[in-house]
């Protein structure tokens, strides 16, 4: 079920827009658009923190070696707001996510859209279309 | 014999035939000489500060380094820890000095933020009752007003629930975290904590300051603190802590900014000749007109009150029109005037933004670091704010944890030389608009992510227009002579959101910071020294 990928992302992917605007910092300083990232895994940890949030996510590669990825999402309170509950990501949750990996090549990525197996696909805490996603 | 008891004499004496049983136990407040607000309840604004050694240990100790000796304030104690519990909190107390959230400028949760030694402001309206606390700008709202708490969230503040039970403010507190302590000795609760505070004002400059604590996983049954707060009638005005900032400072963690920051009162500005700025040049502009009915308070002024987000419009990564650069958005652009819609910037801090933009000055961004936004970026981040009007003030509380208290009687901006992250900002009514006038900038805060600059310089109008019951018209103009060519306005609305404000803890739980500092190191590392 951990199928470990590193899948370039179509850039028409870009034109959805969908991009994080509840920051406070710069995430161009700290991803890197040359670097996008789609994982498979398994939640380990869903850290319900603001302003960002962050999931935790372990993945096994094809020769059976496990990585812990950390990815960050919107806050806490723009998912709150959205209905998001921490019923939805418990330690387990089986996922496919993808963003965009840090400039200091460590296992951390920018969230953009996470795929739940039961199909939903849940944007990232906040979408650029949304101007006031953090208050709905 | 304090003031209050010959105030309960005399009412007592007074009134002795028809009140008897009343006046026969112990001082009670003297309900006819209280200071009373518009709808009748015991008036509890103004600035206060604890009267005790609450904050070292709540119950009676002897000293320790940094910690005085002092009488305990739990009234039914010892507290009743559970075993287990008993030694945890020795545990905690012999690691204080890095185990206390304190120590790292985290938020102090409730009720322990209420006898820190630091001082507070209470905020009353019919339907909320507001705190903003000199320590680290944090801010409490405690909703009078009926509405239900939230489920399935929890915070570091908890959430505030007040009645009033007679002249006493009873004030229920629950969804609190685990990670908060209730003093630097080390006492501590769990999630399952719920504090009932009840606040009596017994004389005109004391408040009786009551906690009950329960928490079934850590003691064996409810206990209660209690202490008098004391009116401030030394000062008009809360200053700042910025706990996390000065930390920072004073360890190099944060860089001063020689271009921005204020560097006291025996340098003083020296503007550049590109400054041409001249109040001929930004004309006063017209509110625009109202398109529906606009709320009113009782005495006719526009009711600006409840919760809002600004419409940015992208303007936390750029002020003027911009397009999409990775994961930067676009913008539509908020600069009114000049009419090109740029930013009039002088030469140097037109290179000085190029180089902000560098992802290893990404670091140097305040806000990256949790400190607070300043003024006016605190406005338009894509972050909600709830607007209060009690009577003499705007207050504005920012759900990113810093707060604006503008007081609307006219005093003049504090001596020069105190300058703060968010300045000092008084208010005026113009007709229905608002007019805010800050000062005493630190220069220390960016006007957005991407580094547009602002100095300590700068002087800041901002008015706030209501054009329907819904909408807010903003538009703050900047003269900043030691960065800017001339005085800039933006504009933009403020719309009423239907939630409540949240909490964002953002030091608590900050993990971005070091991949910036990553990122920063390196880049300086390849330049070398």
Redesign the interface.
């Known amino acids: 079920m951990r199928v470990f990928r590193l899948a370039g992302i179509v850039l028409g992917m870009l034109g959805l827009?969908v991009?994080?605007?509840?920051?406070?910092?710069?995430?161009?300083?700290?991803?890197d658009?040359a670097k996008p990232l789609k994982l498979t895994g398994k939640v380990t940890e869903m850290?319900w923190?603001?302003?960002?949030a962050?999931i935790y996510v372990e993945v096994v590669d094809k020769a059976g070696k496990v990585e812990k990825w950390?990815w960050?999402t919107g806050?806490?309170?723009a998912l709150?707001?959205r209905g998001w509950?921490?019923e939805d990501l418990v330690a387990g949750t089986l996922l496919v996510i993808d963003g965009?990996q840090?400039?200091?090549g460590?296992k951390?990525a920018?969230a953009v859209s996470i795929l739940l197996p039961d199909g939903r696909r849940l944007f990232a805490g906040s979408s650029?279309q949304n101007?006031?996603?953090?208050?709905? | 014999m304090p003031s209050y008891l010959r105030a309960v004499t005399a009412v007592c004496s007074l009134t002795l035939l028809a009140f008897t049983a009343s006046c026969s136990r112990r001082p009670t407040p003297t309900a006819a000489l209280l200071p009373r607000t518009a709808d009748g309840k015991p008036d509890l604004q103004g600035i206060w500060q604890v009267r005790s050694r609450a904050s070292y240990d709540l119950e009676d100790h002897v000293a320790r380094a940094g910690m005085p000796a002092g009488k305990g304030v739990v009234t039914d104690g010892p507290i009743p820890y559970q075993p287990w519990a008993a030694a945890k909190k020795l545990e905690n107390a012999a690691n204080r000095h890095s185990a206390d959230p304190l120590a790292r400028c985290y938020l102090p949760g409730v009720p322990r933020i209420m006898y820190l030694e630091f001082p507070f402001q209470i905020f009353q309206t019919p339907d909320h009752i507001a705190i903003t606390f000199e320590w680290t700008q944090v801010h409490r709202t405690i909703y009078t007003n009926g509405a239900p708490a939230p489920v399935g969230i929890d915070f570091w503040m908890g959430d505030s629930r007040g009645r009033w039970e007679g002249d006493t403010l009873v004030v229920d507190v629950s969804s609190h975290n685990d990670r908060t302590w209730f003093d630097m000795a080390g006492n501590f609760h769990s999630e399952a904590l719920k504090v009932v505070e009840r606040y009596t004002l017994l004389d005109t400059n004391t408040i009786q300051y009551e906690a009950t604590i329960e928490d079934p996983k850590v003691f064996t049954r409810p206990w209660t603190i209690r202490m008098p707060l004391e009116r401030r009638t030394d000062t008009d005005r809360i200053f700042e802590y910025q706990c996390q900032a000065e930390a920072e400072e004073a360890n190099g963690a944060f860089e001063r900014d020689p271009m921005t920051w204020y560097p006291g009162p025996s340098h003083p500005p020296q503007i550049p000749a590109e400054w041409t700025g001249s109040a001929a040049q930004t004309p006063a502009r017209t509110p625009p007109a109202p398109t529906g009915a606009i709320k009113r308070m009782a005495d006719g002024t526009p009711n600006l009150q409840g919760y809002f987000m600004a419409d940015g419009g992208g303007a936390n990564y750029g002020l003027g029109k911009h397009e999409v650069d990775f994961l930067t958005p676009a913008g539509r652009g908020i600069v009114v005037d000049p009419p090109d819609g740029l930013l009039p910037a002088q030469s140097w801090a037109k290179t000085e933004m190029v180089n902000r933009k560098l992802p290893e000055r990404g670091y140097d961004d305040p806000t990256a670091h949790c400190f607070v936004a300043g003024v006016p970026r605190s406005m338009y981040v894509p972050s909600p704010m709830q607007i209060l009007q009690p009577p003499g003030y705007l207050v504005i509380l920012h759900e990113r944890m810093s707060w604006r208290t503008i007081p609307l009687d006219g005093r003049p901006h504090l001596p020069d030389h105190l300058r703060l992250w968010q300045g000092d900002s008084v208010g005026r009514w113009e007709g229905d608009t608002l007019v805010i006038e800050t000062a005493n900038l630190n220069g220390k805060a960016w006007l957005n992510e991407v580094g547009e600059v602002l100095s300590h310089a700068a002087r800041v109008v901002e008015r706030l227009t209501p054009t329907d019951a819904d909408t807010i018209h903003y538009e703050a103009t900047v003269s900043d002579p030691l960065v800017y060519t001339r005085p800039w306005t933006i504009a933009l609305p403020i719309n009423r959101q239907k939630d409540e404000l949240l909490e964002v803890a953002c030091l608590e739980d900050d993990q971005d910071l070091p991949h910036l500092k990553d990122i920063r190191d390196a880049a300086r590392a390849k330049k070398g020294p």
């Open positions: 827009a991009l994080p605007v509840i920051a406070h910092h710069s995430f161009s300083a700290e991803f658009s850290r923190a603001n302003p960002h962050w950390a960050e806050g806490a309170n709150y707001r509950r921490k965009f840090a400039r200091n460590s951390t920018n650029f101007k006031s996603a953090e208050a709905k």
